[in-house]
């Protein structure tokens, strides 16, 4: 039986030329370009090319609170999606049989909404006037509306769960595609309970699918800054807000810039945290 013959590294190296392209095009160059200006300063609403860190020194001694409570917003939207999205995706491959897909697919119609209805509808759900005032005034539980409910972190963690569960719920549901049911059996039939089963069986399977849901939702729930913009109001403010601020109104490229690396870098230690929390490493 004759073996297949294998690529060269050659034609493997100009088959992904492309690709390599686009990827310095829109992502390398660009970031290269943002970290270089993020050393530079401003005078007189001028760039003028420099290497200076003031612009990272303003970032940790006016806005390290902010970039806690972004962090803070962030890690609460993505552990919720992930448990969410785990608990619905579960039971649509294990519970729900032939319906599993049509669950699926009802989920799916939830991202054709758009981002800004629904940000605008929780707007009217939430405030005063809105339908849970509406209804706690005429069911005679509080006798004037309630303001707690809107403008604050719970509201804007509120939306972008709404927004962004359907994408974690994917990546999570992939992979319990792949756990076996005569695995399940198996562990059954050794006497296993179903939380044992779970937590033995299920959970260490479906780990890539949990650390992808929970990467996916928390890196877009850390630079959102619409959200935050129309429901947080003062206290649920997040950092992208100001950094879209320092672009635009302020001119402040290398302030705008030195925010935006800031705060990947801490993105990144949260991923790594929850990297070596979802893959813990085993003592030899």
């Not at 690709?19 to 007189?44: D, K």
């Not at 962030?74 to 669950?103: K, N, S």
């Not at 758009?114 to 809105?130: F, H, T």
């Not at 950094?243 to 030195?258: D, K, L, M, Y």
Request: hydrophobic letters at 55%; one cysteine or more; charged letters at 10%.
């Amino acid at each position: 039986m004759r073996a297949e013959p294998t690529m060269s590294g050659t034609r493997r190296a100009l088959f992904l030329a492309p690709v390599y392209l686009v990827f310095a095009t829109l992502f390398v160059v660009p970031m290269s370009l943002l970290l270089v200006v993020s050393f530079w300063t401003v005078r007189s609403f001028a760039l003028w090319p420099d290497f200076s860190f003031a612009a990272y020194t303003r970032v940790f001694t006016a806005y390290s609170g902010l970039l806690l409570s972004t962090l803070a917003i962030g890690i609460a939207t993505a552990t919720l999606c992930t448990v969410l999205g785990f608990v619905f995706a579960y039971g649509v491959r294990f519970r729900a049989g032939r319906h599993g897909d049509w669950l699926i697919v009802t989920a799916l119609i939830a991202l054709f909404g758009g981002y800004l209805v629904k940000i605008y509808a929780w707007k009217a759900i939430l405030s005063q006037d809105g339908i849970i005032n509406s209804l706690l005034i005429g069911s005679g539980i509080v006798s004037a509306p309630v303001g707690w409910l809107i403008y604050n972190p719970g509201a804007v963690i509120v939306a972008l769960v709404n927004f962004l569960l359907p994408f974690a719920l994917l990546p999570i549901y992939a992979e319990l595609r792949n756990v076996r049911d005569i695995t399940l059996e198996a562990a059954h039939d050794l006497g296993a309970s179903p939380w044992q089963t779970l937590w033995r069986v299920v959970l260490p399977q479906c780990r890539f699918g949990l650390f992808s849901a929970f990467a996916i939702s928390f890196l877009s729930a850390a630079g959102d800054y619409v959200t935050p913009l129309f429901l947080g109001g003062g206290s649920g403010s997040m950092i992208g807000q100001f950094i879209a601020q320092e672009f635009s109104t302020r001119f402040n490229w290398p302030a705008g810039a030195a925010m935006s690396f800031t705060l990947m870098g801490a993105c990144l230690l949260v991923l790594s945290a929850a990297w070596l929390a979802i893959f813990p490493r085993r003592r030899t």
